[in-house]
């Protein structure tokens, strides 16, 4: 039972850093958009 709950913890961490790190990119990729939108060159190459 204790190796089963430790087992749960650690899952529970991963899933914690997958959905923060997951949550900045979004956060990365929505300033990058405002940034592309106001910059012609760099939205050309997102696009692409």
Do not use: D
């Amino acid at each position: 039972m204790k190796g089963k709950a430790a087992h749960n913890s650690v899952y529970v961490a991963i899933a914690g850093e997958v959905v923060n790190r997951r949550s900045v990119l979004l956060r990365n990729f929505v300033l990058n958009g405002q940034e592309s939108a106001s910059n012609p060159l760099l939205h050309i190459h997102a696009k692409r």
